[in-house]
Structure formats: C-alpha cells, structure tokens
C-alpha cells in the first residue's frame, strides 16, 4: 500500500481528497496545522471511510519540524500540497503573510520531496493564474495574466518555483491542477466546506443565508456583458475535484506523465452564472432566497470557465456532476452542521 503525505488534508479540498486516496486503497498521512479546519473533520473522514489517516498537528512554516517529518517518514511515495491560505481579501491586506505561508511551506516541502528517491508531486494552483482571460473556454496555454491580489501571486510563484525545479530535477515529477470553482460537499454529510467568519464564495454564502445565519445574500453587479449580466464560473463538485488529484498521482506513479512538469485545468467546461446557480439551490432546497443586486466588486473576472479537453483525455478525467447535485450535497452539509 503505498503511503501519500496529504498537506492541508484537513481542509476543505483535502479532506475530500484524502476520502477518495483512501477508497483506492491509498494510506494517507495528513499534515495540517488547524489553521482553518478543526479536529472533527478526522472523524467525519473516519466515518466515510472507516479506516483513520495518520495525523501530524504540524505548522509548515516551522523548517525544521517538515526536516524531521521527512526523516521519521522515509516512506512516502507522493505528496498532495493543499496547505496554503486562500483568503483573496485578506492576501490584500496581510501580503507578507500570504507570501511566507503559501511560498516557505512550498519550498521546504519541495526541498524534502526532491531528495525522496521517487519524487511525485501535486500542487494545488487555481484558475486565478489566467486573471480575465481573453478567450473562453480557457485552454491550459491561456497566458498567465498579472496576479490580480498576493493570494493570485502565490499561486502563479508557486508554479514557477515547481517548474524551474523539474527543470533541473529530472528524477522530481510534478502536476498543477488548475482549479475552477470547487463546491458541494461529500454526499454523506459528514464532511464539507467551513468557512470561517463570512464567508467570502458564493455558495457558502447562499447557504448560510438560507440557513438563516446572514439576512440577504448580494450579487455583486448585474451589467456584466454576459446573457444575464451577472459574473458566470465554472463550479465544480468538490468530490469530482478529490478524485483529478488520485487520477493524478496514479500518473505519476505509474509514470504515464508527458514531461516532469505538467498542467491541467479542473473544470466542468461549463459556465454558470450567480443567477443560474441561485436558481439551481432554489430548485434543489425548494425554497426561495432572500437575494439582492449590489454594485461590482473589485477584482472580480467577468468570466472563467475552463476548457477540459487536456484533463479529459491526457489524464483520462472528467467531472460527473451537475451543478445541481453539486448545490444539493452544499445544502445537505450546511443543514447537518446547522441540526436543521
Ligand atoms: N477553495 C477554492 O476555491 C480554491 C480554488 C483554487 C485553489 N485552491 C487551493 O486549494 C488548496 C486547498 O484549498 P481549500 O479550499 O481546501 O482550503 P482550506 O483552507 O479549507 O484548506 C487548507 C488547509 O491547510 C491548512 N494549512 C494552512 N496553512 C498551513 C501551514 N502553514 N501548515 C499546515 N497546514 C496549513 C489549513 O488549516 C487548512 O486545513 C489551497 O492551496 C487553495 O489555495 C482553493
């Protein structure tokens, strides 16, 4: 059974993904600081799964604890590398702090990793790096755009760094997954999205207001040049999006990669607008809610919705759900933590 490190593996994206690694047999060793997760998510992954992933309570800004956790675990045949800060509003204001936590963490991992004899790694990019994009669908050789907040520029450093290391590393072999716009939740219930404070995505927030935790959800601008002049992403279920990183890591394992550096864009192809997916969860929930038109809001892309045609068939990957049965699980998990 082969043993992958999974950083951020209690967050929203990695607790799904570590779920997924599990059910293909994968023993997974979670790295996480609780940053922004919590203990609980361990049980729920439990839960799922019946089988609980190792734990390491461990800050990778700390150099020398990911030099020790290197040392005591020689074992490792990939790393999945979520951990990172997200927040694009408080990037604006805390540059520095996004910059130490999302690049010194890469980079003492990527130090450790490509002195492992195989070294398979995943890095958690983000569509962000295609800023407003000229063309859509956005294929991967879309150029990367100036970063439009430090959050934004981390991800695209982030990807310099890994590539320049392939570059001289033949023996390292590395997969960014562009990530669109990651919701839902598992369909068990028993692990989701927790955003912490208000949240700062669309449906965390269509959720919480139907739960009754915010008054009135804002869509921000309605004169956009799109069909219903609201902003329009591709949303993409978050179990779909676990299973991109096993595929993934299967390729690397199994070395069916093209080149030692490769990237992939994680979408549906489809674009939806915030009307539409509003009308999605009131479709699913059955009930109506309290929204209303507000101003732009800065930094907002007008559009983004990804062209799959590379995951699909060079890593042989492709989203199953709808955005419905993305909007349903959403709702399912804000009503089990809410006891609604
Ligand atoms: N959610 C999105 O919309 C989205 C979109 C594109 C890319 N991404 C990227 O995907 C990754 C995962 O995102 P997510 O939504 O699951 O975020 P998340 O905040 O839920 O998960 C990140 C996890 O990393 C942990 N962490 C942060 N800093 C750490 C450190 N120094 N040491 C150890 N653990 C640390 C946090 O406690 C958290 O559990 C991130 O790199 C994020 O930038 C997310």
Redesign the pocket.
Known sequence: MKKILV??G?????SHTVVELQNAGFEVVI???????SLEVLKGIEDITNKKPEFEN????DKSKVITFFRTHHDISGVIH?????AVGESVEKPLLYYE?NLN?LIYILKEVSGLETSNFIF?????VYGQADEMPITEKAPVKPAESPYGNT?QIGEEIIRDTCKVMPHMNAIALR?F??IGAHPSAKIG?LPIGVPQ?LVPYITQTAAGLRDCLSVFGDDYPTPDGTCIRDYIHVVDLAKAHVVALQRLLERKNNSNYETFNIGTGVGSSVLEVIKSFEKVSGQSLNYKMAPRRAGDVIEAFAHTNKANTVLGWKAQSTLDEAMQSAWDWEKHIRNL
């Open positions: 950083t951020g209690l967050g929203f994206i990695g790295i996480d600081d609780l940053s922004n997760s461990l800050d990778l800004k979520f951990a990172a800060s997200k936590n963490t958690s990019s983000s569509c962000t991800k990530y716009n990651p999205e995505n």
